[in-house]
């Protein structure tokens, strides 16, 4: 019960002679039915000691690599996870590329719909620089 219970248990081994009784997938299955909250916890555990760290950690946000990789008919488009913010990144790369007057940025949502296409279409005109944040409250 005192394994079940722990808050770490995704890191500690399993009680007894299990520990050494189990592959490291079987003991997946025992964190799954015991704490499936600690699931995804293991889950990296387990991909971490089997195939490495490639596997798991996130390679640095490199938007001058995505730009140097892109071309000007092709957006960029990135899909972030909760609480990244690459504006920073961006204004960087626009001031080193003298083309801090020609970002534009637009939150989506609620009516700013027409004013997000005026801006993609002045983009595809001029080759301005649009940015468009909260896509997901576009329906």
Known sequence: QAFADNDRMFDE????????RLTPFQK???IKSLREDF???AVRNFVR???????IVSPPFDLAGCFQDSQKTTPL???LSAGADPTDALLK????RQ?????????LGQGQGEKAERLINLGRETGDWVCLQNCHLAA
């Open 39 to 41: 699931l995804r916890l």
């Open 77 to 79: 488009i990135f899909i």
């Open 28 to 30: 997946l299955l025992v």
């Open 13 to 20: 081994p399993l009680p007894g002679e299990w520990d050494s």
């Open 99 to 107: 083309y801090e007057e020609r970002l534009h940025f637009i939150s």
């Open 49 to 55: 000691a089997e195939v490495g760290d490639e596997y």
């Open 93 to 96: 790369l626009a001031r080193e």
